[in-house]
């Protein structure tokens, strides 16, 4: 009972990340519509009062912004609603802060590096909103209609790379495992011979496709320990969930840095941007640590029976295999063929 229990909240877990999914056709990769609309945010409940916060802290940003041109010294005020904004932000309904942490959950990553990957991604959405918004007014001289065109690219290139990402955690985390595990129980008996010591393989015959996938090379089943999980840090997987998601500046800080470089405030308005970076990326980590503290509990009720911890194991990287796979065919098809952009 303990341990489906622990199976049983684990999958919650997964399907609290999940709850991002009806209105990613309105969400940008952290966060809530345009702060001003906030189309597709239910009128009520939690995610009714996150976009509220949302908005009172967005008017703060241009009030502040303003006051700036009169008072230098309000420019400590600006970064922290700043900062108050982007935690808000990544609170909301969105399919950033659900890639992350089902992309460390599909990859059994810990906890420290759910939140490295968390930041940096953040980060970089930060960073890009920066220089795309720098480039298409100093240099290149856009027009509102070629910013909003240019948007809408990052937007696809974002949905079509979060669904390569979800592909590709389908393939290696459910159909190869499984492919594997099969031919494994085809096999027979084989013998080694290696500097005169004869070692006998274990017959994977009719063993569970989870069992067989997990056999080591002395053909036992060692139940996973959750303070080492993970394994040699995969800096390509890594990229990868970070590019898919930071590639889509937030319009929040788009529009603040229009806003900045409109006022003659272009560092007021990147130390905006990067104190937004940081409020979402640090609720962004706090939601991966949840999951990745979901993931150990169920662990902890599985024991020390091997086939439980698989199973816990499994059924996490299965679940967020599956959610970044089901976002990734949602986003492009809003993205592709939907019609209107995604706000973000």
């Not at 802290?57 to 309000?74: E, K, S, V, W």
């Not at 031919?183 to 013998?191: E, I, L, M, T």
């Not at 993970?230 to 800096?235: E, I, K, N, S, V």
Request: with cysteine; proline share 4%; aromatic share 6%.
């Amino acid at each position: 009972m303990r341990r489906t229990a622990g199976l049983v909240g684990l999958v919650a877990a997964a399907l609290v990340v999940a709850s991002a999914v009806p209105v990613l056709a309105q969400a940008g990769p952290f966060g809530v519509g345009t702060p001003e609309a906030g189309a597709g945010v239910p009128s009520s409940g939690v995610f009714a009062w996150v976009a509220m916060k949302q908005n009172e802290f967005y008017r703060g940003l241009t009030a502040g912004l303003r006051a700036m041109r009169a008072d230098p010294n309000a420019g400590a005020w600006l970064v922290v609603l700043s900062f108050g904004y982007g935690v808000f932000h990544a609170a909301g309904p969105g399919h950033g802060k659900a890639v992350i942490t089902s992309y460390v959950l599909a990859n059994r990553e810990t906890l420290k590096r759910g939140i490295l990957l968390s930041m940096i991604s953040a980060l970089v959405q930060g960073l890009v909103a920066i220089v795309f918004v720098g480039l298409a007014v100093t240099v290149f001289r856009l027009t509102a209609l070629q910013m909003t065109d240019a948007t809408t690219a990052f937007e696809r290139t974002s949905a079509a790379a979060i669904l390569g990402l979800g592909l590709w955690l389908a393939w290696t985390k459910i159909v190869a495992p499984g492919l594997a595990a099969r031919r494994a129980s085809r096999a027979g008996p084989v013998v080694a011979v290696e500097s005169g010591v004869v070692d006998l393989a274990i017959d994977t015959t009719g063993m569970s496709a989870a069992r067989a996938a997990e056999l080591c090379a002395c053909g036992q089943v060692h139940a996973p320990d959750p303070t080492t999980l993970g394994g040699p840090f995969d800096l390509k997987k890594a990229l990868a969930a970070i590019a898919a998601v930071g590639i889509r500046p937030c319009t929040g800080a788009l529009i603040v840095l229009v806003f900045a470089f409109a006022q003659g405030l272009p560092f007021a308005g990147v130390l905006s941007v990067l104190a937004m970076a940081l409020g979402t990326g640090i609720t962004v980590s706090a939601l991966a640590s949840i999951a990745v503290s979901a993931r150990a509990l169920a662990l902890r009720f599985a024991g020390d029976d091997e086939t439980w911890s698989l199973r816990v194991l499994r059924t996490a990287e299965i679940v967020g295999a599956l959610i970044v796979l089901a976002m990734g065919v949602l986003l492009a098809g809003a993205s592709f063929f939907g019609g209107a952009p995604m706000a973000g």
